[in-house]
């Protein structure tokens, strides 16, 4: 097995007296996707902002090719190749498709404010970079916001894969979408493991993760209770962890009705 691109090894994140994440291990490989699910307030959105830069971790230590990191901001993760696409996706649903692309990154003709955009060269990278993706824009002008759900994801994860990600983070991509563009998105992420990125898929969806998951943690009250490769997990077991498991059989008893 290669060596992770990202390794968290004992990581916990405090907020003052509240204990959000504690002694989660995590390891990210170049061509693989690490899915982690959790039920609300499990520490899926503490892990997502500790890796990306955005807070630091409190106890334990985050590696990076081998290295230990403490990330001050999420430029610095950025800048180690660890990209993250949120929920919101960070677009801007009337500019353009081309221009949300490079949207805070335009290609330029000078150094000054005021100094003119490259807009065909944009234009033609845009487009090269969707389709290398296999996703086709007939018109790159149209705004973001016309496309679907599922395209403007996929976008995203162009968008970072362009400017250098080698470990992707996606928060719950599929979580506002139907089955047909939830499909979509998944091939898309498959494609980015293809292409050999280290891919953390964050979801709370059993079934979507087992459909391209290689690597599996669940995380319950801020700790992992099942950390496993494919090989050693069933769908079966994984959904059976996210209900709940043995609270659910307690519950099922307490409820019973006699017959």
Same mark, same amino acid.
Request: hydrophobic residues 45%; neutral net charge.
């Given at each position: 097995?290669?060596?992770?691109?990202?390794?968290?090894?004992?990581?916990?994140?405090?907020?003052?007296?509240?204990?959000?994440?504690?002694?989660?291990?995590?390891?990210?490989?170049?061509?693989?996707?690490?899915?982690?699910?959790?039920?609300?307030?499990?520490?899926?959105? +503490?892990?997502?902002?500790?890796?990306?830069?955005?807070?630091?971790?409190?106890?334990?230590?985050?590696?990076?090719?081998?290295?230990?990191?403490?990330?001050?901001?999420?430029?610095?993760?950025?800048?180690?190749?660890?990209?993250?696409?949120?929920?919101?996706?960070? &677009?801007?649903?009337?500019?353009?498709?081309?221009?949300?692309?490079?949207?805070?990154?335009?290609?330029?003709?000078? /150094?000054?404010?005021?100094?003119?955009?490259?807009?065909?060269?944009?234009?033609?990278?845009?487009?090269?970079? $969707?389709?290398?993706?296999?996703?086709? &824009?007939?018109?790159?002008?149209?705004?973001?916001?016309?496309?679907?759900?599922?395209?403007?994801?996929?976008?995203?994860?162009?968008?970072?894969?362009?400017?250098?990600? /080698?470990?992707?983070?996606?928060?719950?991509?599929?979580?506002?979408?139907?089955?047909?563009?939830?499909?979509?998105?998944?091939?898309?992420?498959?494609?980015? /493991?293809?292409?050999? $990125?280290?891919?953390? $898929?964050? +979801?709370?969806?059993?079934?979507?993760?087992?459909?391209?998951?290689?690597?599996? &943690?669940?995380?319950? $009250?801020?700790?992992? &209770?099942?950390?496993?490769?494919?090989?050693?997990?069933?769908?079966?077991?994984?959904? +059976?962890?996210?209900?709940?498991?043995?609270?659910?059989?307690?519950?099922?008893?307490?409820?019973?009705?006699?017959?």
């Amino acid at each position: 097995m290669t060596e992770p691109l990202v390794e968290l090894i004992g990581v916990g994140r405090n907020y003052g007296p509240i204990r959000a994440l504690h002694g989660v291990d995590l390891r990210v490989r170049a061509g693989e996707v690490t899915c982690v699910l959790g039920d609300n307030g499990a520490g899926k959105s +503490t892990l997502i902002k500790i890796i990306s830069g955005l807070h630091p971790h409190t106890s334990g230590s985050l590696r990076v090719d081998g290295e230990d990191r403490h990330f001050g901001s999420p430029r610095e993760a950025l800048d180690l190749g660890i990209a993250t696409v949120y929920q919101d996706l960070a &677009v801007v649903p009337l500019m353009e498709v081309w221009r949300n692309f490079f949207l805070g990154s335009e290609l330029t003709s000078g /150094r000054f404010p005021l100094a003119g955009m490259r807009v065909r060269e944009m234009k033609r990278i845009a487009d090269q970079e $969707l389709r290398k993706m296999g996703i086709v &824009v007939a018109d790159l002008d149209q705004p973001i916001g016309t496309l679907s759900g599922g395209q403007r994801q996929c976008v995203a994860i162009a968008r970072a894969v362009y400017f250098g990600a /080698r470990v992707l983070i996606l928060d719950e991509p599929t979580a506002a979408l139907g089955v047909k563009q939830s499909g979509v998105v998944l091939k898309y992420i498959a494609a980015a /493991r293809d292409a050999g $990125l280290g891919v953390i $898929l964050i +979801t709370h969806n059993p079934q979507h993760a087992y459909l391209v998951g290689d690597h599996f &943690v669940i995380l319950k $009250l801020g700790t992992a &209770v099942l950390d496993a490769q494919r090989g050693g997990v069933t769908l079966k077991d994984l959904t +059976t962890q996210m209900a709940g498991g043995d609270e659910i059989a307690e519950l099922a008893r307490e409820l019973e009705r006699p017959s």
